[in-house]
C-alpha cells in the first residue's frame, strides 16, 4: 500500500507541475509577453514530411513487387477469375484513393508550413463541396457492393444438376470424405449414431447410404472440368473450408449444413508443371481457430482428368461405409452395379468433350 501511495503521490505531483506551466503560458499569451521560437524545425520537420513519403511509398511498391508471387497464387477454377476481378477492382478503387489522400496530407503539410506573415484562411462550411464528397464515394461503394453481390450470388446459385456431389466434414482436428454411390446421393446421417467406427454417423437403414463410400484417410478426389458441389458440415466446433487456388472458402458449422460449387480447370499435374513444383499438392485448409490442433486441419484435394477420376471411383465403391460397418457384408447389389449415374454421366460427357 506504501509503495502505491507514492506512486500516486508522484504522478499527482507531475499533473500539478504541467497544470501551473500550461497556466503560465496561458497567461503570458493573454498578457501579450509569450513568445514563440520556431526557428529552423518548422522547415525542417516539412520537408521530412514530403521526404518519408517518397521513401516510405517507394518501400511499399518494392514489398509488393517482390512478394507479388506469393501473395498471388495461380487459379484453378472457372469462378476464381470473377472472384479475383471484384478484388482487384476493390482495391484499385481504394488504393487510388489511399494514394491520393496522402499525397495531399503530406503535400499540404509542407505546403502550408507555419509562416508568422500568414493567417489561416477561415472556410466553415460549402454546401456544394459537402455534396460532392457525399454522393462520389455513395455512387462509387454502390457500384463496388452491386459488383461484388452479382459476383457472389452468381458463385453461391444452385449447383447444375449434373454436379459431382461430395460431403466434407470437419472434426477435431481433422476432414473426412463421404461420396455418393451409384444413386448419387448421399444418405442419412445421425449424430447419435457417432461412434469410433462410424465417424460421419451414417444410418443405414435408409436405402441411399447402402453405396455411400468414403474417400482416402488424408485426400479427396474431384475430377477436371465437371460442377463439383461441396456439402460441408461439422461435428463438433465451427471449422472453415478453405481452398485458396480455387477461391473456396465456406464454414462448418455444426447443426448448419453449408454447401459450394465449383468448377476446377487444372489438374494436379497441371498444376505440377504450371508451377514448376513436383510435389504440389491443392490443399484444403481450415481457417477457423477450432481448438489447439486447428494447425493439424489440413486435407490434400487431388484433381483428375475425368477419365483417371472414373476409375478411381470405380475402385472406391466397391469399399462402401456398409460393408465396412457390416463386417464386410457386401454393399447394396442393385445400387453398386448401377454405373450409369448423374455423376458419372457428367463425367463421361467431360471425357467425350476433351477427347
Excluded at 469462378?79 to 477492382?89: A, Q, T, Y
Excluded at 463541396?129 to 453481390?149: D, H, K, Q, R, Y
Amino acid at each position: 500500500m506504501i509503495t502505491i501511495a507514492v506512486a500516486l503521490s508522484i504522478i499527482l505531483l507531475l499533473v500539478i507541475l504541467y497544470l501551473l506551466f500550461r497556466i503560465q503560458v496561458l497567461a503570458s499569451i493573454f498578457t501579450g509577453s509569450y513568445r514563440r521560437d520556431i526557428g529552423k524545425s518548422n522547415k525542417i520537420n516539412a520537408a521530412l514530411f514530403l521526404a518519408f513519403f517518397v521513401v516510405m511509398g517507394g518501400l511499399f511498391i518494392w514489398s509488393m513487387n517482390s512478394a507479388s508471387e506469393d501473395m498471388i497464387i495461380p487459379i484453378a477454377s472457372e469462378h476464381g477469375i470473377d472472384i479475383d476481378s471484384m478484388f482487384w477492382l476493390t482495391m484499385g478503387v481504394i488504393g487510388f484513393v489511399f494514394v491520393l489522400t496522402h499525397i495531399l496530407l503530406f503535400w499540404y503539410s509542407y505546403k502550408y508550413q507555419h509562416n508568422d506573415n500568414k493567417r489561416a484562411y477561415y472556410y466553415p462550411h460549402n454546401n456544394k463541396i459537402e455534396i460532392i464528397w457525399t454522393v462520389i464515394p455513395a455512387v462509387v461503394m454502390a457500384l463496388l457492393v452491386f459488383s461484388g453481390w452479382k459476383t457472389w450470388a452468381k458463385i453461391t446459385s444452385p449447383a447444375p444438376e449434373n454436379a459431382v456431389v461430395v460431403e466434407v466434414m470437419g472434426k477435431q482436428f481433422n476432414w473426412l470424405a463421404r461420396y455418393p454411390g451409384a444413386d448419387n446421393k448421399l444418405g442419412l446421417v445421425k449424430h447419435t449414431l457417432i461412434d469410433a467406427t462410424n465417424e460421419f454417423g451414417i444410418d443405414l437403414n435408409d436405402r441411399d447410404a447402402q453405396d455411400d463410400f468414403p474417400g482416402d484417410p488424408t485426400s479427396f478426389h474431384v475430377p477436371k472440368g465437371v460442377p463439383v458441389q461441396l456439402k460441408i458440415r461439422s461435428r463438433d466446433v465451427i471449422h472453415s473450408v478453405f481452398l485458396p487456388h480455387f477461391r473456396v472458402k465456406m464454414d462448418a458449422v455444426p447443426g448448419m449444413p453449408t454447401t459450394f460449387w465449383f468448377i476446377p480447370t487444372k489438374t494436379t499435374a497441371e498444376m505440377q508443371t504450371e508451377t514448376g513444383n513436383a510435389n504440389f499438392q491443392y490443399e484444403l485448409a481450415c481457417t477457423e481457430v477450432c481448438g489447439r490442433g486447428h494447425f493439424a486441419m489440413k486435407m490434400t484435394m487431388i484433381v483428375d482428368e475425368p477419365e483417371d477420376y472414373q476409375k478411381w471411383v470405380e475402385a472406391q465403391q466397391k469399399k462402401t461405409f456398409a460393408s465396412q460397418l457390416q463386417g464386410g457384408a457386401p454393399a447394396d447389389s442393385a445400387a453398386a452395379v448401377a454405373l450409369n449415374t448423374t455423376s458419372d454421366a457428367a463425367v463421361a460427357a467431360a471425357t467425350a468433350t476433351k477427347q
